[in-house]
């Protein structure tokens, strides 16, 4: 198992931008996840080593996903934030082939988070 570590959360004003990163991204396949109180983690964006990429709906546009293989770190560029993007992001890995790409199941290893909250 590889420890996963997140950082680069924070507060920002509606519009502005922030980039997440998660060391010991050494899995095939990464993700990031974003979770608000109550509910279940919501996928962002995907990554695998080719790289392949899978990004949600509500931030396509507007983050990016990449990773930096040399150095084993995962990224998020999170650019034209909005107050509903204001959760805990975490990042998460898997040697396997995840049939989904962003649901949370296909995850077996997951970084502690990072907070982002986004004020109007």
């Known amino acids: 198992q590889v420890q996963l570590v997140e950082a680069g959360g924070g507060s920002v004003q509606s519009g502005g931008s922030l980039r997440l990163s998660c060391a010991g991204s050494?899995?095939?396949?990464m993700a990031w996840f974003r979770q608000t109180p109550g509910k279940e983690p919501e996928g962002v964006a995907s990554?695998?080593?080719?790289?392949?990429?899978s990004v949600a709906e509500a931030v396509k546009g507007r983050f990016t996903i990449s990773r930096d293989n040399a150095k084993d770190t995962l990224y998020l560029q999170m650019n034209s934030l909005k107050p509903e993007d204001t959760a805990m992001y975490y990042c998460?890995?898997?040697?396997?082939?995840?049939?989904?790409?962003?649901?949370?199941?296909?995850?077996?290893?997951w970084g502690q988070g990072t907070q982002v909250t986004v004020s109007s």
């Open positions: 998460a890995g898997t040697w396997l082939l995840p049939k989904f790409l962003l649901s949370r199941k296909e995850y077996t290893d």
């Open positions: 050494r899995y095939t396949y």
């Open positions: 990554i695998d080593l080719v790289p392949r990429i």
